[in-house]
């Protein structure tokens, strides 16, 4: 004990002590928070090894600083920076089952006065153990139980255990290149570069990787648009003539269902319905539903899912394309185009502040008129949740914006109650539902904010009816990504009367389906659900043509969900991709019907590896066109390009009011024809806040400058 404690007052033996603790906590990390899938003795011998180079590596440093005065506090703070590090990643990947990258480290200033909400629900307790060794290190330094030793590490030492570091990394870089040859190559697998190499490594590869970036917009040229516009050229696939034109006109109202995931629909609980009104809708011949249609989400998950449905474009690999690159770059997408082509007017209603996902800047871009955020309403009090306005008052207040719109209109409604971690008050709870009893209280409380979602849309379609909107308007739902990750899908196998022992890859997989469904009500009654394949990038295309508007002109990656050409190979954004027969997922092909891994034939080799090339291929043009902001050198027949100063988010009930008496009797706002008489009274909602007093101090901060005067 003695000898040790006496190891530990030498400056090298403080930075044994340090990078060995270091090493444990990451190990703790991988074998607690993380699941990195390791396979083998050689992939478990690597990640066991894997935090040790870089550490030392960093720590290293300190002993270039001679003086102790220096030495400590360097070392403590590499030490507590590293920490830190790791931390943020194990409370990051609890939400999103993955590492943050530069891009969402960088963009997470925008968009963290939504997140402190739930990350302080994703801590845990053993999240001690992280910060524990560090206390109890300083805690001895100021007690002088550990000396600081004023013996300076000559440079060549130093350097001698820098360089050290440097050829274990080599070593272990090696031995991941060979259980996964082109690690580094492959943009996609963060897990991978994690479970080789360790988050530090993965850290500074993405630093590189996000400054390359940069370099490639400044380098981009019209060349390499040509190729992108040659292969979504060769993939367009035709509108179906049944289906073409025949929402034409309507307004289209689009609802985010947030986290809602297919398996939701017609799921009963204690014999009950979980969401009894959208199961309605799925089942009536008005609608025309999906249920073989995934989420193709990546780390920017709603704004993903937003990107996708907007712009026929994926999101990127790495953080969330509205924070990172939504600021700048050119879009051509449904606002635009819808208003161009056809006349509509825009508006997204969301009870979030503005800043969130960057969307005060990416609306603008993509021609928002409209967009009425938090500051529109009265958050104050319990009408908040922590993502923004309950969903059954986001209706209800939105009424007087959407009546004083021009119509046709695009609207988009985004909700936010169900949304992780599924808190709702006692008040909002329907005390006839009774929920699941699973143990895992976010798969519980799932099913309880579904089921005020549903509610909250039966009420706005109420609404919709009885003002008659209903009649000429296209209503669009679907389910924006999981609610529930992979992490916790064994507690929901029960509830899918599945065995959470023998849950796989290709369970998670299937259950990346969410709900699509276009309500056109009086186009004929030939609704019905439809098994076709397809994903949130097919969505625009199958908008467009449904609106007798052609998209063969714009660059888009996603095709008609109705067109006999349409493609059924759905990507995810980790090159995984479903088809009507197989899932493929990291090199392992599955059999859909047995759900197991399945025996091909050569032909049928052949056949995926194509679908695996097309997949490739277009995540990836789709990736150099938002990467190297390609558009902006696309000028499709008749598009102006949307230039984000002519948009302005704040008096937005002002500035349609303007339009109104500007048209006087040619104004087609639903409160014109109305005669200028209110539509506010025809929605009624059992919301139990409606009548609260708005004295209470406001539970989501509104930071959006514009919001005054509104
Ligand atoms: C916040 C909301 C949630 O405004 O849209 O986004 P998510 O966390 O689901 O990406
Ligand atoms: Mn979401």
Do not use: C
Request: glycine residues 6%; without cysteine.
């Amino acid at each position: 004990m003695k000898k040790l404690s006496k190891f530990v007052d030498t400056r090298i033996g403080f930075f044994v002590l340090l990078v060995v603790l270091f090493w444990f906590k990451t190990l703790f990390a991988y074998f607690t928070d993380f699941s990195l899938g390791v396979e083998g003795p050689f992939q478990f011998l690597i990640l066991i090894f894997n935090p040790l180079a870089t550490t030392a590596l960093i720590y290293s440093l300190a002993f270039y600083f001679k003086r102790a005065r220096f030495f400590y506090p360097v070392i403590m703070g590499l030490d507590i920076a590293n920490t830190l590090l790791l931390y943020l990643n194990v409370i990051y990947y609890r939400e999103f089952t993955d590492f943050m990258t530069i891009a969402t480290m960088t963009g997470y200033s925008k968009v963290n006065q939504g997140l402190s909400g739930s990350s302080l629900a994703l801590t845990n307790l053993h999240d001690v153990f992280y910060w524990l060794d560090i206390v109890v290190i300083l805690v001895l330094m100021l007690l002088r139980k550990i000396h600081f030793d004023p013996r300076a590490i000559g440079s060549r030492l130093a350097f001698a255990f820098t360089s050290m570091s440097l050829v274990l990394f080599g070593v272990n870089l090696a031995f991941g290149e060979m259980s996964r040859p082109q690690l580094l190559g492959r943009t996609f697998d963060r897990n991978y570069i994690v479970k080789y190499l360790g988050i530090d490594a993965f850290t500074g590869y993405d630093l590189v990787k996000s400054q390359h970036i940069n370099d490639m917009r400044q380098s981009a040229t019209k060349s390499e648009l040509e190729k992108v516009k040659k292969f979504t050229d060769k993939h367009y696939a035709k509108a179906n003539p049944q289906m073409f034109g025949i929402a034409k006109g309507r307004n289209v109202i689009v609802i985010h269902l947030e986290s809602f995931q297919q398996f939701i629909i017609d799921k009963k609980i204690n014999g009950q319905e979980v969401t009894p009104f959208l199961n309605s809708l799925y089942h009536s011949n008005d609608t025309y539903a999906f249920d073989n249609f995934f989420h193709q989400v990546g780390q920017g998950k709603t704004s993903d899912a937003e990107n996708m449905l907007e712009t026929s474009t994926f999101g990127l690999p790495q953080g969330s394309l509205f924070a990172t690159l939504g600021s700048d770059n050119t879009f051509q997408g449904a606002p635009a185009i819808l208003n161009q082509r056809a006349g509509y007017t825009s508006a997204v209603f969301h009870g979030n502040v503005a800043s969130f996902w960057n969307r005060n800047n990416v609306y603008k871009n993509l021609g928002y008129q409209y967009f009425f955020d938090a500051s529109y309403y009265d958050t104050s009090g319990d009408k908040a949740t922590g993502y923004g306005l309950k969903d059954k008052l986001l209706f209800k207040d939105s009424i007087k914006y959407l009546q004083a719109l021009q119509q046709p209109f695009y609207a988009k409604y985004i909700t936010v109650t169900n949304h992780f971690p599924y808190d709702l008050d006692d008040e909002d709870k329907d005390p006839n539902f009774q929920t699941t009893n699973t143990g895992d209280s976010n798969v519980d409380n799932y099913f309880v904010t579904a089921h005020y979602l549903d509610q909250s849309i039966q009420q706005f379609f109420d609404y919709l009816k009885k003002t008659g909107l209903y009649d000429h308007s296209i209503i669009m739902l679907y389910g924006d990504h999981y609610g529930i990750s992979n992490s916790e899908n064994t507690s929901l196998a029960s509830v899918l009367d599945k065995n959470a022992d023998d849950w796989t890859d290709f369970d998670n997989a299937q259950l990346q389906r969410v709900p699509m469904m276009f309500v056109i009500p009086h186009s004929g009654g030939h609704g019905h659900i439809d098994h076709t394949y397809g994903g949130e990038i097919d969505v625009l295309p199958t908008l467009l043509h449904l609106l007798g508007i052609s998209s063969k002109r714009y660059i888009q990656f996603g095709t008609d969900l109705f067109s006999k050409q349409h493609s059924q190979v759905v990507a995810f954004r980790n090159q995984d991709f479903v088809t009507p027969h197989y899932t493929v997922i990291g090199g392992t092909v599955y059999d859909n019907r047995t759900g197991k891994e399945a025996k091909l034939t050569k032909k049928q080799q052949e056949r995926i590896k194509k679908d695996h090339e097309l997949v490739n291929t277009e995540l990836s043009l789709s990736d150099s066109l938002n990467e190297k902001n390609l558009l902006r050198f696309y000028h499709p027949k008749g598009f102006k390009a949307v230039n984000p100063a002519d948009y302005n988010y704040s008096n937005g009930l002002k500035r349609a009011e303007r339009i109104e008496r500007k048209k006087g009797n040619k104004s087609t706002s639903l409160y014109s024809e109305n005669h200028d008489q209110s539509t506010e009274n025809d929605f009624s909602t059992d919301a139990p806040e409606q009548n609260h007093s708005s004295t209470d101090s406001n539970r989501i901060k509104i930071t959006n400058p514009d919001a005054n005067n509104k």
